[in-house]
């Protein structure tokens, strides 16, 4: 396959005239089943990074390089891989820093995963034996690894762990699907943001851990305090659209319609017909849970839809015992605790307490058991 290296540079003159040369003499020609070749995507360094590049392009003739505003490390990258798979036919991209801080004798390991049949490759620090610089600062440690546990635990995806590195292999098809999302993320945010949504999409990540090292030559690119609002900004972001705009949200508004129905049976049945509260509660739950099976069925989980009669019906006998289940002993529960504790007059109040770890209950439940995945 085509494989394209792909270098982001923004005055890397002295470490790209030192990596440029490893890659090619010390990496490439170990790599017999792949065709290797590199890009510099360099945002017009005014140090010659650009013209160093053309100098050893005349070596190599599998060097390429693509110039643009200095816009961020996203920028470059979007630039670089459009122009890889346009320009150079690549079916294979690498996301590697120009100043040596990646161990390029990793390479093949990416390649191996690849092959395997995952779409995307990722370096670790941070499992695996991967491990960041003894000697950083206890700051740069602090920002590195608080970083990365941030966002794991925010966007609750704790498989994959190390989420801001940006150490790579990725297939074209990845890019090309995800494209039109990473255009807006020009910083670093860019790796946590492009991974996250390969994750969201359901490609296949493999991690290889590898030893972080320190640059010799040049400065950091890195502004730690607006790296660390932005990626905050990103991940609490994605994390509530994944919540009120996915399937819980959906699960919410159908647990909605399907609470005004049990609401007001409740308050009809107590009020005008003189019921025991936790007694009208089972009924007004018993005609909100066939609404929500059913809206739930068409809408929330439409993807894992029970089709066909005798799924239906079992999906719904499925749904009545688990749904039962909480309304009787957590939510009516929830009631009768109040009702004798601390008596009746505030029945709603214990029915909306109830009504909270229900929630709870039937999301966990449907999603696992009802409507679960099956298995690729």
Known sequence: MKVVVILPTYNEKGNIEKLIPRLEEEIFSKIKNHEMSILVADDNSPDGTAEEVRNLMKKWKNIGITQGQKQGLGAAYVRGMSYAIEKMNAEIMFEMDA???????????????IDEGYDMAIGTRYSNGGSIPHNWPPIRKAYSIIGNLLVRSILMRFAIHDWTGGFRAIKKEVFLKEKAELTNFKGYTFQVSFLHKVVRDGFKVAEVPFHFTDRTLGDSKIAPKEYII???????????????????????????????????MLRVLVESFGFV??????????????????????WTFNQQRRTGITRYFLGLLQFYITSSFGVVVIQTGTIALGDIAFGRQWYFIYFIIGTGFLLVWNFTIYSRFIWRKKPS
């Open 99 to 113: 100043d040596g801080q990646h161990d390029s004798t990793k390479i093949p390991e990416f390649l191996k995963k």
């Open 277 to 298: 509260p936790a007694v009208a509660n089972l009924a007004g739950a018993a005609v909100a849970i066939f609404s929500n099976y059913n809206f739930n069925n068409l």
């Open 230 to 264: 932005d990626l905050l900004k990103y991940v609490i972001t994605a994390r509530l659209k994944e919540v009120f705009m996915g399937k819980f949200g959906k699960f919410l508004v159908v647990g909605g319609f399907g609470f005004i129905i049990n609401a007001t």
